[in-house]
């Protein structure tokens, strides 16, 4: 059985992709939160069980997944770890290294660290499975099937997660901020706010999928979109000289470092 020790978004996206997909029945799945409303609702709603609290959760479970938000996983752990012996364990909190997850937990439990992001609310997450993991290989598996139902999946090395942390995990944030300055672009040029919305959002959607399905690089997609003396390279121009690169990449870069700091 897995235990969701959090189902606010992502504890939910996954419970629900897990779901949905078939992949687990609800009979397979346990919840606890603070939020015994939540608890409640997600439990009628998808006809999972829930636990009275956390360490009832994971005596009745084998897989153990952490989806609390970082500044209040050390309390959470220090609640279930005498009863983690033999259990398989997934934290999803950003900062949290394997190293400082084996500190606290201590031995005799199996550790996975995982870096999904809000995407996965929709089917279009993105997830990085931790390399440096105790889960036997089979188990490894089971978890790339279990996120593989919420978009990609990849197993990287924990020394790119820094990384992934600034380019998936943090990023749609980014996005969601270009989409709406762009919807304010348009609705100060006469359009809706609803129609400004959704074709700034379909356009970010569309231009993805071409980077996607294409395989092209981002520049080269990006020159045929510029004609000659045409106005989209006036809109590039415009960026360039704003500094729109060097912004997204000194934001990630400030993002790397504060998921660094978050490690100490």
Same mark, same amino acid.
């Given at each position: 059985m897995l235990g969701f020790i959090g189902a606010g978004n992502m504890g939910g996206?996954?419970?629900?992709?897990a779901i949905n997909s *078939?992949?687990?029945?609800?009979?397979?799945? /346990?919840?606890? !939160?603070l939020n015994k409303e939540l608890v409640i609702q997600t439990s009628k709603s998808f006809g999972v069980s829930a636990a009275e609290d956390n360490q009832t959760l994971v005596s009745a479970c084998d897989w153990i997944l952490l989806a609390v938000k970082p500044v209040y996983l050390q309390g959470v752990i220090q609640e279930i770890r005498e009863k983690c012996q033999g259990k398989k364990i997934i934290s999803i909190a950003a900062g949290w290294t394997v190293e400082k997850l084996h500190a606290s937990f201590g031995p005799g439990c199996q550790l996975l660290r995982v870096m999904p992001n809000t995407p996965a609310l929709v089917g279009a997450g993105y997830a990085a499975l931790c390399a440096e993991t105790t889960l036997e290989p089979a188990d490894l598996e089971w978890a790339k099937r279990l996120f593989g139902t919420l978009? #990609?999946?990849?197993?990287?090395?924990?020394?790119?997660?820094d990384a992934v942390t600034a380019v998936t995990g943090s990023s749609?944030?980014?996005?969601?901020?270009?989409?709406?300055?762009?919807?304010?672009?348009?609705?100060?040029?006469? /359009?809706?706010?609803?129609?400004?919305i959704e074709a700034a959002a379909q356009a970010v959607f569309g231009s993805a999928k071409m980077v996607l399905d294409t395989h092209q690089h981002?520049?080269?997609?990006? !020159?045929?979109?510029?004609?000659?003396?045409?106005?989209?390279?006036e809109?590039?121009?415009?960026?360039? #000289?704003? *500094?729109?690169?060097?912004?997204? /990449?000194?934001? /990630?870069?400030?993002?790397a470092d504060k998921s660094q700091a978050m490690a100490k």
């Open positions: 996206a996954i419970l629900k992709g *078939g992949f687990l029945k609800p009979d397979e799945i /346990m919840i606890s !939160d978009g #990609k999946v990849e197993v990287l090395p924990e020394r790119l997660f749609p944030a980014y996005v969601f901020m270009f989409i709406e300055a762009m919807a304010d672009a348009a609705v100060r040029l006469g /359009m809706t706010r609803p129609m400004a981002p520049a080269v997609l990006k !020159d045929q979109v510029c004609s000659p003396a045409g106005t989209t390279i809109a590039v121009q415009a960026l360039e #000289k704003a *500094g729109f690169r060097s912004a997204v /990449m000194e934001a /990630m870069a400030a993002c």
